[in-house]
């Protein structure tokens, strides 16, 4: 079974700029999450899709984080503008829940490591 | 609020040497606790987990008892490897939703 893909690997950006994420979770896993891992520290819930519809965004900065999950499948997080402390991880996971209360292992990607300049 | 708070680490240790990782929680409730674990340039995986007061969870030679008395899911390895090190999570779930919530991880550092 393939594990969830993320791409890019990595990114550099000037402050200001824009920069999209992608992630593909694994086949049938209807529940996608995207974690901010700041150096440092833990990952931090930005946002919880059930199929295509948003969970929990309650920590997603708004006016510059977005994010979407269109056909339930494949997702992308988006910054614009972005400032120096998005510099972090950004971690995609998925697990089979198909409730938002589901307690299906999460299972994450590799990562991209954002760099704002 | 829920929260999670792990020993500051890094953590350096012979081959052989007895591991432990402290995590404490705060949470409302019956949270789910967790160990991640997240070797050199790969993503998170999940080491263990409990359930519920009591139960230990245990994998590769790892464990840890969820001790709500305590309020805590330290972590513990008779005798670890060059390969065991990583940077190790522990995380909580708790609530309607899977959301994660994580420490702030301690690097393992075993030297031969």
């Known amino acids: 079974e393939a594990g969830v893909a993320q791409s890019p690997r990595y990114k550099i950006i000037e402050k200001r700029q824009s920069v999209a994420f992608w992630c593909n979770p694994i086949?049938?896993?209807?529940?996608l999450y995207w974690y901010q891992q700041i150096l440092g520290q833990g990952p931090k819930l930005l946002i919880q899709?059930?199929?295509?519809?948003?969970?929990?965004d309650s920590q997603l900065p708004k006016d510059r984080f977005s994010a979407e999950r269109l056909k339930g499948v494949d997702s992308t997080l988006k910054i614009q503008p972005a400032k120096l402390e998005d510099s972090a991880v950004y971690l995609c996971?998925?697990?089979?829940?198909?409730?938002?209360?589901?307690?299906?292992?999460?299972?994450f990607g590799p990562g991209t490591r954002l760099t704002v300049l | 609020g829920n929260s999670v708070t792990q020993m500051e680490g890094p953590v350096t240790l012979s081959e052989e040497a007895f591991l432990t990782i402290n995590c404490t929680y705060t949470?409302?409730?019956?949270?789910?606790l967790f160990w991640y674990v997240q070797y050199p340039g790969e993503g998170l995986q999940l080491l263990l987990k409990?359930?519920?007061?009591?139960d230990k969870g245990s994998n590769k030679g790892f464990e840890a008892t969820y001790r709500k008395e305590t309020t805590s899911f330290h972590l513990e390895k008779g005798s670890v490897q060059v390969s065991d090190s990583a940077v190790y999570f522990c995380?909580?779930?708790?609530?309607?939703?899977?959301?994660?919530?994580f420490g702030q991880g301690t690097t393992l550092q075993v030297k031969p």
């Open positions: 996971a998925s697990s089979r829940a198909t409730s938002a209360g589901g307690r299906d292992e999460q299972f």
């Open positions: 086949s049938g896993h209807a529940t």
């Open positions: 899709f059930q199929n295509n519809g948003v969970v929990d």
């Open positions: 949470a409302t409730g019956y949270p789910s």
């Open positions: 409990a359930t519920k007061a009591d």
């Open positions: 995380a909580l779930r708790s609530g309607n939703t899977g959301k994660l919530i």
